[in-house]
């Protein structure tokens, strides 16, 4: 409800006669009969004392009335005295005079005060009215104490008592022009008469102060009054320290008509209890500051009305039973840290377009649904605290809301530029007509968007339910905090950016055109959809744990787009009705069985991307596709980066793509289990479109062992209704590898109708042989019996029918037989088979012969024990082969060093010596390894290596003319380390033992020369661990191994440089004997190499005795195969003799 402003009473029209009367003296008044009773002077003249005591007569029916004119006048009321008057004044007084009444005056008469305090014409005024004791007038426009002058100071003391009971009788009223006086009440002052005011102004620059009690009971009497006038200054003061209490009809607790109201405090109470009786009522702007504890209450009505607005500072109570604070005609400044409180209305309302700003920490609240209601100008609500029961309405102005702490039932905002911010607190209902929201921390029941350009900005707090917006734009920005419903947003172009915070029940945008992204953050549970305008969408830096409780994202019927940035995340069906979808950025998307169809009804095709740092995955099993919603529709799957099928089983996981493929140097991840053709892949399927660009397939072995793969081998790829692959559209990323096998891709099977399908195979497969053609036959030629010639006259004669010779046809031609598949053996084949027979070698020629490591035999002369040690030092160029299997070829160096010491050494009677002595040594073999792998013969493998350490014992016997026989067993430890040109490296380790037995019988020749027939046996027992490379697992197997050696060697001897000199020539025939080494691979694919061979050995050398006590061998030999696996061998040795 709205209130009119009051008009200004008319009560005081009498009081001209009584001012006139009192500027020419006692014309109006009945002058007292010259005796005096309890006043000693009743006309005063300046600077004169009047006083008056309780003697007889008392009271007195005479006034006290100061001369017209008179200045410095003091009338003291002892207590007890009395006036009683019913024709005049109590006591009047004129300018600079003072009344102090501890008596009691009464006065009947209408027009006439209790003490008047009248100033002369001048109007110089600045009297001093004090009544300590009783004062009551019954008369019509009777004040208890009235001013005419200016600047009057009016106090009833804590002791004194004013009443009245006419009508328009103010209990203290200062009716100065002039104004300035200072009107106080400590005491109590009552009324009963309509228009009749506790304390009044009608003036202006005045000051009322109520300590005390203030009672009225009659219509439109007022506690305090301020009127200046309409037009006037006004500027009163009213301050309230007591009590107030007004109970007629229209009777307020304070009013103020002034132009330019002056500051109001309230420390007290003022209560209304009359019908549309106000607490309190301004005419004109005001400030008002109602203190802790202070109240300003209407029983029937408004607890205050501000017709012009103003500052209202409120810590006390301002409670009205209709509404609790009605401001209008002005801008206003509310601060309530108290209570604001309507009944069946509001508790704070506003009319008009001004300026309103409400702060509140305290209560405010209304019974009525409504608690503040603010109209059409620029509207700021700041809650920093307390509570407001009921609805903040805005209206339509420019609203503003500010939420720091506290409690608010709900928020209507309206206007075309509305302002929510929620920093704290709680709104438990919700936001309604929004605009421009910020939402920082707090919690909000619910938000609703209306303006036809709406801003939402959360990074904290709470919405409990639901974030609508209406059909304008918006611009949804969420980086904190959570909404606990779904976000819902109109037709309009929005904007949507999800940073942080989450939303609970999905988001839904309508049919104007959207931008959306996720980055980086938050969380959106549910479904995220979108309308018929067409959207852009980003979800960035997200994983998981961003994405789990998205149950859908559907891009709506416009066109759209979803990019994913940097974002790791699997559901892929979750991802519905898109036009385009594109991986950027290092994103991951999983792909399920349920797949994703791209477009919608109006879009026949959609276009999957993938740059080059991106993955799209299969972690499940089974069949996953990229397809088109429109039946019949072909999408593009373009693929940059990487298509990864390697995921959980990921032996059977299918990508199908209803549509073209188109590599941009990707890659398509497999996971085959490597073995035959039937073994499990998961594969890449081209439906209706075709394969183009190029893409590297990388494929991960699922626990295969390698097999010979005899038909179409492993599919990867398939081609299926009408689908293509072009000849350069895959590739393999890099060498596949299983057992014993690497696996080619090809492109076709042999079986027809796979010509567009891709396969993994471990062989090559031969061509098929073409197809025989019987030979003709040809019928024997056919002669013909001869024919007479009848007579002239007969009759024709006809030829007997000839029957042709039966004809054999040629027997049936056999097809011929298709070749056996190329296996295709992986590079690592052959070094691995050539370990055998390299680790035996390398036994071999540690061993040597014992001129290898002893020189001449007539160089072993000493006896005793130590007597003698030994040093050699040997080196090959060899060429190793084997026959069988893979045919390894090794070449490389051989070589080695051996130190030996004699034990002992003796000599018989009869002059045979026999020499014991142990060694040690150190041999290493290094070289390239070739063979048979990867369907060609000689392959350049890679590399391997065999470093061994020696210990060795010997026992060396000689007869007495020369011939010798020779015993060494030497074991060793291995260390071996293949290495492929793929880069596949490994150790693994051995053990061998070799024994030697060597014999020679030298002849002697002329001139100094002899030969000598030898022979040797050495046998091997070589064990190798086996060895795991990341592929396979590789075992070895080996027999032990026997080489035997005839020979004979051509010795001389002669003297020179004073040294003896033995040069010798050698020739050997050396047997490999057979010794079929095995190379397992998984256990299931066995590689035979067999190394027999007949190799012939020449040598030359010298052996030199340079001193008694040092002799020196030198030798260089080559060898070559007579027959058998290839050996072939060019080396020396030296060897170094010291006796001690």
Request: include cysteine; charge should be negative.
């Amino acid at each position: 409800m709205r209130r009119t402003r009051l008009s200004l009473p008319s009560m005081l029209a009498s009081r001209t006669c009584v001012l006139s009367r009192l500027s020419i003296g006692m014309a109006c008044l009945l002058r007292a009969p010259s005796t005096l009773a309890v006043c000693d002077n009743l006309a005063p003249a300046s600077g004169e004392t009047a006083t008056c005591n309780a003697n007889a007569p008392n009271p007195s029916t005479l006034p006290v009335v100061a001369v017209a004119g008179s200045t410095g006048v003091t009338v003291l009321m002892l207590p007890g005295a009395g006036i009683s008057v019913n024709n005049s004044s109590g006591i009047v007084i004129r300018d600079s005079s003072t009344v102090q009444n501890f008596g009691t005056i009464q006065n009947t008469a209408d027009s006439f005060d209790g003490i008047t305090s009248a100033g002369s014409a001048s109007g110089f005024g600045h009297n001093s009215v004090t009544n300590g004791g009783s004062i009551h007038t019954a008369g019509a426009a009777s004040e208890g104490i009235y001013n005419g002058s200016a600047a009057v100071t009016m106090v009833n003391t804590a002791s004194g008592v004013i009443g009245t009971s006419g009508t328009g009788s103010a209990a203290m009223l200062d009716l100065s022009a002039a104004g300035g006086g200072k009107l106080t009440n400590h005491g109590s002052l009552t009324t009963s008469g309509d228009d009749s005011y506790g304390m009044a102004a009608e003036t202006s620059g005045d000051a009322l102060v109520n300590g005390g009690t203030i009672t009225t009971t009659g219509v439109r009497s007022y506690g305090l009054f301020a009127n200046g006038g309409a037009a006037g200054p006004g500027n009163t003061t009213l301050t309230n320290n007591g009590f107030i209490d007004v109970s007629g009809s229209n009777a307020h607790g304070i009013v103020s008509l002034d132009a330019s109201a002056g500051l109001v405090t309230n420390t007290g109470s003022i209560i209304a209890h009359g019908a549309s009786g106000l607490g309190a009522f301004f005419a004109q702007g005001v400030t008002l500051n109602n203190t802790t504890g202070a109240r300003i209450v209407s029983e029937q009505d408004n607890a205050i009305d501000a017709n012009g607005g103003g500052t209202f500072t409120n810590a006390g109570t301002i409670s009205g039973a209709n509404e609790g604070l009605s401001i209008a005609g002005g801008g206003a400044l509310i601060v309530n840290s108290g209570v604001i409180q309507g009944g069946t209305n509001l508790a704070i309302s506003t009319i008009g377009p001004y300026a309103i700003t409400i702060t509140n920490t305290g209560q405010i609240a209304s019974a009525g649904g409504v608690a503040v209601w603010t109209d059409t100008g620029v509207n700021t609500f700041n809650m920093n605290g307390g509570t407001v029961t009921g609805l903040i309405r805005q209206g339509t102005g420019i609203n503003t809301f500010v939420m720091q702490a506290g409690q608010v039932d709900s928020v209507d905002q309206g206007g075309p530029q509305p302002r929510f911010t929620l920093n704290g607190g709680r709104v438990t209902g919700g936001l309604t007509n929004g605009g421009a929201v910020t939402i920082t921390g707090g919690r909000i029941g619910s938000v609703a968007l209306t303006a036809a350009q709406n801003t939402f900005t959360m990074s904290g707090g709470q919405i409990d339910t639901n974030l609508t917006a209406g059909s304008g734009d918006t611009n949804f920005k969420l980086s904190g905090g959570a909404i606990g419903g779904a976000v819902t947003l109109g037709n309009g172009a929005n904007t949507i950016a999800v940073t942080g915070g989450s939303i609970a029940q999905g988001l839904a945008s309508g049919n104007g055109a959207t931008t959306f992204g996720w980055l980086g953050g938050g969380l959106i549970g549910g479904t995220v959809s979108f309308g018929a305008g067409g959207v852009v969408a980003t979800l960035s830096n997200l994983s998981d744990a961003n994405l789990a409780g998205l149950s859908a994202f559907d891009g709506g019927t416009g066109q759209n787009a979803l990019t994913f940035d940097h974002t790791q995340t699997g559901g892929i069906g979750r991802f519905v009705s898109w036009d385009s979808i594109a991986l950027t950025n290092g994103s991951r998307l999983s792909l399920d069985n349920h797949g994703v169809a791209l477009g919608n009804a109006a879009a026949q095709t959609g276009l999957f991307d993938i740059d080059s740092t991106s993955t799209l995955a299969w972690n499940g099993g089974g069949e996953s596709a990229i397809t088109t919603t429109a039946h019949g529709g072909r999408v593009i799957l373009s693929n940059a980066g990487t298509i990864d099928l390697t995921g959980g089983a990921g032996q059977r996981n299918t990508l199908v793509v209803g549509g073209d493929y188109v590599g941009h140097g990707g890659q398509l991840l497999v996971q085959s289990v490597l073995g035959t053709d039937s073994s499990p892949s998961g594969k890449l399927v081209i439906s209706q479109g075709a394969a183009t660009g190029n893409t590297s397939i990388g494929v991960t072995n699922a626990s295969g062992s390698g097999a010979l793969t005899l038909a179409d081998g492993i599919m990867v790829v398939q081609a299926v209704q009408g689908g293509t692959t072009a000849p350069t559209a895959f590739s393999l990323a890099n060498p596949v590898k299983a057992g014993a096998y690497t696996y080619y891709l090809f492109r076709g099977g042999v079986a027809a109708g796979t010509e567009d399908n891709w396969y993994l195979r471990s062989s090559i497969t031969p061509p098929p042989p073409p197809p025989v053609t019987p030979p003709p036959v040809t019928p024997p030629p056919v002669t013909p019996p001869p024919v007479t010639p009848p007579p002239v006259t007969p009759p024709p004669v006809s030829p007997p029918p000839v029957s042709p010779p039966p004809v054999t046809p040629p027997p049936p031609v056999s097809p011929p037989l298709q070749a056996d598949p190329t296996p295709l053996y992986r590079i690592e084949v052959p070094i691995y088979a050539e370990v055998s027979s390299l680790t035996r070698e390398l036994g071999i020629q540690q061993i040597g012969t014992f001129q290898d490591r002893a020189g001449d035999q007539s160089q072993l002369n000493e006896t005793g024990a130590l007597r003698a040690a030994w040093s050699r030092v040997w080196g090959n160029r060899t060429i190793t082969s084997s026959d069988t299997g893979v045919d390894p070829h090794f070449n490389g160096a051989i070589g080695g060093m051996q130190i030996g010491q004699d034990v002992y050494a003796n000599t018989t009677a009869d002059g045979h010596r026999d020499h014991y002595g142990f060694l040690l040594g150190v041999a290493r073999a290094s070289g390239d390894v070739s063979g048979f792998a990867l369907g060609m013969p000689a392959v350049q493998a890679g590399s391997l290596s065999i470093d061994a350490g020696s210990v060795g014992a010997y026992w060396t016997h000689i007869g007495a003319g020369g011939w010798y026989t020779d015993t060494v067993v030497i074991g060793s430890t291995l260390t071996i380390k293949p290495s492929s040109n793929d880069g596949v490296s490994t150790t693994t380790h051995g053990r061998s033992i070799a024994g030697s037995i060597e014999a020679g019988l030298p002849f002697p020749l002329a001139a100094g020369l002899s030969i000598e027939p030898q022979a040797q046996v050495i046998w091997q027992h070589t064990g190798i661990d086996d060895l795991n490379d990341g592929i396979s697992s590789v075992a070895f197997t080996n027999p032990n191994a026997v080489a035997a050696r005839l020979g004979v060697r051509l010795t001389g001897r002669m003297q020179a440089l004073g040294a003896t000199w033995q040069p010798y020539a050698r020739v050997n025939l050396w047997r490999y004997f057979s010794a079929t080494s095995h190379v397992t691979f998984d256990g299931t694919t066995d590689i035979p190499a067999q190394s027999s061979a007949t190799i012939a050995d020449i040598a030359a050398g010298v052996a030199v005795n340079l001193s008694a006590r040092g002799s020196v061998f030198l030798s260089v030999h080559y060898a070559t195969n007579a027959s058998g696996a290839r050996r072939e061998t060019l080396g020396g040795d030296a060897t170094v003799r010291w006796r001690w």
